[in-house]
């Protein structure tokens, strides 16, 4: 299972299994995915072996784990709204790491037009409060998106469903164009999803406080809001730059007008976070004076997006993670929950110097890329896995 990765009860048979289960306590390894005691309450209730105790279904969906998410995120937004443009925008990247298909735009519509229109009209005297929804349910949406007289998905509609998007033999032309229409719009939040993840290491390397975390973490920035500009403006002039088939079918579709939209309000959520960086790091850098810091690097710190800095990106994480990999190193004489950390960090500041390769949209024939997946990942690895995938991927860039 997800929590367990393995089975939470072994036997060489099924009656030993059987007496197992009734006889043994349930345990939760915390180790193997550190699960918050709500999700472990309402695990165990509903695990339990007597039918007259596990938790029925109106306990369930009354249960605080259904709504837990949304008081989580709402409880972070008031103390965010105490804050500053940057702790907004942080907040904004935080609840929005990974957009896998259009309909999770309209998940949290409500909730990121406020957090995005606040970052764009601060105003530090405005006593702000946000009263609507945190998420909308699938119910909701799918009212809200039903048309009229909608037709019944065809057999091959089907299939591609459940093959997520697999050529199947049977495949019709219109089935086809519906097919590729999906992917497009997997292609296009992938490549916004590619840049996200620019921002999550900034903010690791920010709260690490590494020697040149906060250069490598406003040029991670100034990356993304690069590459998240040539995407707006690829979408706003309906520019094909990324090769899409039947490019002008997708670009009058109603995916790709949400997407266009979705895209242009994170570029004004990041252009105040990119801003407000800024303005955090002319003051620390104003007097280094450390030589390892080119000119190449320097004349990259600034507001300037019109230029190229994929040199000083490189050389200024490049020096970067040289100090972080003495920095996990000398980590593993502390606390594993520390080393971890650092290693874990390292693993993607290197996925950073290989943004192309390491975030290829299609991985193989059938499978693409996961985002949520490789988020996860580091989380469940042991420490001395990561520190060898570090490593090799350490050498590879490095020889």
Known sequence: SD?????AFTAGNIIDLVKAIKSKPLIIPKKINNISPICEDVL???LTVDPDQRIDWEDLFNHKIVTW?????KKELEETLKGDDLQLSRFYVNNNRVINH???????KDFNDFTAGMTKNRNPQQDARYDGPLVRRKVERDEEEKLPNAATPTRGQREEEKNDGELTKEETPKERQTRILK???NVLLHERNKYVFL????EDAISLRVRYSDIASFLLIKKLFILIGKLKLA???KTNHLSLEIWEEFSRSSEFRDITQYISQEHEVFKVYFESMFNNLSKIIRNDRDPNLTIEIRDALNLDVRGNINGAYTKALTLYVMDLMNSAKASLTRSEEEAKRLWAHTDQILDCLQLDETFRFQVTDKAQFNFKLFYEEPKNLDLPVLIARVEAKFKKLFP
């Open 44 to 46: 165990r209730k509903m």
């Open 102 to 108: 259009p309909s999770e735009i309209n998940k949290k």
């Open 199 to 202: 921002a999550s290491v900034s």
């Open 183 to 185: 992917k497009n719009s």
């Open 235 to 237: 979408l706003d002039t």
């Open 69 to 73: 998410q949304e008081e989580k995120m």
């Open 3 to 7: 929590v367990y990765k393995r089975q």
